[in-house]
């Protein structure tokens, strides 16, 4: 069955540190990769996605994701953490040819000022 | 520019009552979708809609049904409302084509007693 995993159910990271927060997945063929965030009582929004090429894609409010096909993972990064990156945040992986997404848990991130 | 609005925002129900749930984007949007998010679960897709007058059957689709009214509006509705149901729903809705990100509605906050 194909899924996502989010191994870290909480991370904590002290202000200005960098964070991780990781991502696997068991999709066959080369799936589009997606991070979301969400902010307390607000719906999903869009950080970044790979499609194709570079292994690191860098998205919104200073975000990168690392891409690794023989790991098959996609681990959200930030060189420098701000109290205001607590929130939960989703992969999702998207199998090409296919309508629907493929959600984690989610990772609740907590940025100690 | 909206993007995805919903309704309502919260809404209480007793178990066995009926409702519907609105959703409608101004993006020009081909696909759309609904979920409900439940803590430890992630988002679970219920029904999704991948052009006018098309629905198919998600992850969890049992005791909802949906509505494709047009291009722009996607209604969810319960029928007969179960405590199962309780949950935080939401609607998105992305371009036609696998590499687009979907855009989400702030959501609804329903309670069946």
């Known amino acids: 069955a194909q899924s996502v995993a989010q191994p870290e159910d909480q991370v904590n990271v002290a202000e200005g540190n960098p964070l991780t927060v990781k991502c696997t997945y068991s999709?066959?063929?080369?799936?589009?990769l997606f991070w979301y965030v969400q902010y307390p009582n607000r719906g999903l929004q869009f950080l970044l996605k790979y499609i194709t090429g570079d292994n690191l894609v860098k998205g919104s409010y200073g975000f990168e994701a690392e891409f690794n096909k023989s790991q098959t993972s996609f681990h959200l990064k930030k060189p420098s953490a701000l109290v205001s990156d607590s929130a939960l945040y989703f992969c999702?992986?998207?199998?090409?040819?296919?309508?629907?997404?493929?959600f984690g848990k989610g990772t609740r991130l907590h940025i100690l000022p | 520019n909206a993007g995805v609005t919903q309704t309502p925002k919260f809404q209480v129900l007793k178990t066995g009552q009926s409702m519907t749930l609105q959703c409608a984007q101004d993006?020009?949007?081909?696909?759309m979708y609904w979920y409900r998010q439940d803590p430890g679960m992630g988002l679970r897709l219920i029904y999704y809609s991948a052009s006018e007058g098309t629905t198919d059957k998600g992850e969890v689709p049992n005791g909802y049904n949906v509505s494709r009214l047009n291009k722009r509006e996607f209604s969810l509705r319960l029928e007969s409302a179960a405590p199962s149901q309780t949950s935080v729903y939401f609607c998105?809705?992305?371009?036609?084509?696998?590499?687009?990100?979907?855009?989400f509605g702030p959501g609804t906050r329903l309670t069946v007693t």
């Open positions: 999702a992986v998207r199998p090409r040819g296919d309508d629907k997404i493929i």
């Open positions: 993006m020009n949007h081909n696909s």
């Open positions: 998105a809705s992305s371009e036609v084509g696998t590499a687009y990100e979907q855009y």
């Open positions: 999709v066959s063929g080369n799936p589009y």
